[in-house]
């Protein structure tokens, strides 16, 4: 699945990671492992006991979720990968119709993501 995105300068590492986490949480809630009570609302940041929650559940479902520090993660189900989230591509972008230069640019986030969830399942491996 491929989507964009778009972000204020100097906004889009911060809405890309919530875009992230948000994909994230739904892949593992997808899962059927019972996360209830693990992920706050939207607006907040999970707590540490959340976190503990989260682990938990990780571990008895055996569930990894592998950062790859590049701005990329797998996640798999025992030795199955079940997801994939690429590093996104940032363009900064100008549209000159505004007045203000601050307010002219912008950045467009592409994301490429896949899991088994997806209706076209057509992930690599």
Known sequence: MQFTATA???EEKNVASK?????VQSILESTGADFSDC??????EMTILQKG??????E?????????YDGSLDIYVEDDRIAYW???RFRLHIDRSKLNKKDQQYVEIEFSCWSVFDGDNNGTT
Do not use: A, T, Y
Not at 39 to 44: C, R, V
Not at 61 to 68: E, G, M, P, R, Y
């Open 86 to 88: 690429e590093q996104p």
């Open 39 to 44: 992920f706050p609302d939207p607006e907040s």
């Open 19 to 23: 875009l992230r986490n948000e994909w």
């Open 60 to 68: 008895q479902n055996k569930i990894l979720v592998k950062d790859n």
């Open 53 to 58: 929650k989260v682990r938990k559940v990780l």
């Open 8 to 10: 204020d300068k100097g």
